[in-house]
């Protein structure tokens, strides 16, 4: 759990203060939607209910749509497997937001 709490802080620490500009380069907004998605996904499946979609807002609230799906996820209790998946979808998103 540490390592999936520690690394959606981070993430959010290094979009939190994002302006629209930023969030639209290199689909960026739509890369950190999809993590979102997954999140959802994720604690669906813990918590043995069907997935949904999650709504796509506007990118200004996605640090917000991540940090609720993150605290919903680790309210599910999921297993090490499905915070290991998590952790790595997060780190992955982390490493490429600021390429190219």
């Known amino acids: 759990m540490t390592d999936f709490a520690t690394s959606i802080d981070r993430l959010l620490n290094q979009v939190r203060?994002?302006?629209q500009p930023r969030?639209?380069?290199d689909d960026r907004g739509d890369r950190a939607y999809a993590l979102v998605q997954v999140l959802a996904d994720l604690g669906a499946d813990a918590e043995g209910r069907p997935r949904r979609s999650v709504p796509r807002e506007h990118?200004?609230?996605l640090p917000?749509?991540?940090r609720v799906m993150a605290d919903d996820l680790l309210a599910a209790d999921p297993s090490a497997t499905v915070l290991n998946e998590a952790t790595a979808a997060v780190d992955d998103l982390r490493r490429t937001l600021d390429r190219k």
């Open 64 to 66: 917000d749509q991540l």
């Open 17 to 19: 203060f994002w302006e």
């Open 59 to 61: 990118d200004m609230i």
């Open 23 to 25: 969030w639209r380069a």
